[in-house]
């Protein structure tokens, strides 16, 4: 699946008792999640063992890969983050419902992908180390490019930012066109190209 290596298959199911048992999640929660999952599968293990030719270093030893059987398209993203924060792991999830899959992952906020066709996948393992795989599936998933020289915590830091500065100057062209007070229309137009500075200087 999603076309990682044969050698880092296995197949173990994950009950949702057992991540209930396990952790401290409020029962408002718990409904939330079972209306939204169905199943959850181990499918994936990226380990050194499994993908020949990495080297070893100080890092995390493993990443896992759960398909994530949803019982509804429109799921709560709670579910979703509540898996990726719960679970003391490295892990990449396959959201699917029916024939349709979407990728996801949490590094700092949740980045997912659009639904596809799920023999459409063709997550890529790239690096030298098992960081640099995360790294690239992580950049994959979330479709940012990593600037040379720069961290991808900061890099993921840096477009979340802009995507707020652009939610904002979205949001003040809409309450420029509909004002009506030629005063505050102008106030809000200044305050639109100070935004508008601000992301071009980023």
């Known amino acids: 699946m999603i076309g990682l290596p044969i050698a880092t298959e ?3 199911q994950l009950p949702k008792t057992r991540i209930f048992d396990k952790m401290d999640i409020p029962s408002s929660m718990r409904k939330t999640f079972d209306d939204d999952v169905s199943r959850i599968n181990i499918v994936n293990m990226l380990t050194l063992k499994t993908i020949p ?18 019982k509804r398209e429109k799921y709560d993203k709670k579910s979703i983050l509540l898996l990726s924060k719960k679970i003391p792991q490295n892990i990449v999830l396959i959201l699917q419902f029916k024939e349709k899959v979407q990728l996801a992952v949490f590094q700092d906020i949740l980045h997912t992908t659009i639904w596809k ?13 098992l960081l640099e795989v995360w790294e690239n599936i992580v950049r994959q998933i979330s479709g940012i490019s990593l600037e040379e020289g720069k961290e991808l915590n900061l890099q993921i830091e840096k477009s979340e930012e802009m995507r707020k500065l652009m939610a904002k100057i979205d949001t003040l062209e809409k309450k420029i066109f509909s004002e009506k007070q030629s005063r505050r229309k102008m106030e809000l137009f200044e305050e639109m190209l100070g935004l508008k500075k601000q992301l071009k200087e980023r």
């Open 10 to 12: 296995i197949q173990k």
């Open 53 to 70: 030719g990495l080297q070893e270093g100080e890092e995390f030893k493993s990443v896992y890969v759960l398909q994530v059987i949803l």
């Open 117 to 129: 066709d799920a023999k459409e996948w063709n997550l890529r393992i790239e690096g030298n180390t």
